[in-house]
């Protein structure tokens, strides 16, 4: 396994980060949820919106988000409208208050799986619109290890 940029060369590798709390966790996982189906360069676009619509990523006022926020945010212009993803973000920020507590941090949550494909299997079930690519997505901008992307690529044709 490994975190470095092995993409294959018509594509750039996103740009890493080391994640200072939750907050993170949630931007570059709502990033995932969103881009979904949709190219990078929408979403991209409309990101400084949904660090608007969402609070700064703050996991615990998202968590919190009522319906009548999730209905505004259905219908704001800034970001990408689709309200099954914006319910599954409230969803997510919930599944991280829950698992970070759970495990006394996120981190020690990814890490307690002994594999990528284990922990990519357990992602999928505790958090929603999360697939195989965004949840490798997620996993290596956070700087976790992932196998190398043509590997990973292959064994899920």
């Known amino acids: 396994m490994t975190t470095q940029r092995e ?46 619509g969402f609070k700064g990523f703050d996991v ?22 689709n309200r099954r993803k914006i319910v599954a973000t409230v969803h997510n920020a919930q599944r ?4 970070d507590e759970k495990y006394d941090g996120i981190r020690n949550y990814l890490r307690s799986h002994g594999d990528f494909y284990a922990v990519l299997k357990d992602v999928r ?18 700087g976790e290890e992932v196998p190398d992307y043509g590997e990973f690529c292959n064994r899920n044709k």
Not at 27 to 40: I, R
Not at 73 to 78: E, M, R, V
Not at 96 to 99: C, D, K, T, V
Not at 125 to 142: A, C, E, I, M, N
Request: aromatic share 14%; net charge negative; glycine share 6%.
């Open 125 to 142: 079930k505790q958090f929603k619109y999360l697939g195989d690519t965004g949840t490798y997505y997620w996993l290596y901008v956070l």
């Open 96 to 99: 991280l208050i829950e698992l």
């Open 60 to 81: 615990a006022s998202v968590a919190t988000m009522g319906e009548s926020e999730i209905d505004t945010l259905a219908t704001d212009t800034a970001i990408v409208r």
């Open 7 to 52: 993409y294959p060369m018509d594509h750039d590798a996103p740009e890493q980060i080391a994640p200072h709390s939750l907050n993170d966790y949630l931007e570059v996982m709502t990033k995932a949820v969103f881009q979904s189906g949709l190219s990078w360069k929408v979403v991209s676009n409309k990101w400084p919106g949904f660090q608007a």
